[in-house]
């Protein structure tokens, strides 16, 4: 059973209604369909309505009949906005790196999203935890304290932001973080590439 951020994910694509073009302009029905891939005519049927979506091996049999690529399949109109939704227990909680004492955790917000404008992250910094490793990329970059104090080095400077702050800057500078004070903290980052 998919979960409802994935099965929204994929529904985005509308793979059943592109099979289901691509069939109508052949003129072939629903049974002949079934004949060229292996597919019983009520599974082709769902996956056209959208109540089940083809695994890979199964959507290539389908594109073989019709002559295209997977990427037909997945290839967004130009005509339709991008919208991902991400629920909370579908976000995977990772260490900013590998051992016992992260300086904090981050799960992204719009992982879904292919060819990303921007990346958001959901970031928590743990009472006591030490400060991240100075680490600089392209672009630009956002942090919004939610909870919390939270130190951000940048280019020889320190600024402390209190919750409902938030910082621009140029992450081409080498910066790091570090949660401030007694208790946890929590944040919202995100970064654009220029």
């Known amino acids: 059973m998919l979960s409802e951020t994935l099965a929204a994910g994929l529904e985005q694509y509308k793979i059943g209604a592109k099979i289901r073009t691509l069939r109508l302009k052949k003129k072939l029905r629903l049974a002949q369909l079934g004949e060229h891939t292996g597919l019983s005519p009520a599974m082709l049927s769902k996956i056209e309505r959208g109540q089940l979506f083809p695994t890979l091996p199964t959507l290539l049999r389908i594109a073989l009949v019709f002559g295209v690529g997977l990427e037909h399949f997945f290839v967004e109109g130009s005509d339709r906005p991008t919208i991902a939704v991400v629920r909370k227990e579908d976000r995977l909680r990772l260490p900013d790196r590998p051992g ?52 951000i080095s940048i280019a020889g400077d320190e600024i402390v932001l209190e919750e409902g702050d938030a ?28």
């Open 100 to 151: 016992d004492a992260p300086s904090y955790f981050f799960e992204s917000l719009d992982f879904p999203v292919t060819n990303r404008r921007l990346q958001a992250y959901y970031a928590e910094f743990p009472a006591g935890s030490q400060a991240s490793e100075s680490h600089q990329h392209e672009g630009a970059e956002l942090v919004y304290v939610l909870r919390g104090r939270l130190a």
């Open 167 to 194: 910082m621009y800057f140029d992450s081409g500078a080498a910066h790091s973080y570090r949660q401030e004070g007694s208790s946890a903290c929590s944040a919202m980052v995100v970064t654009a590439p220029e």
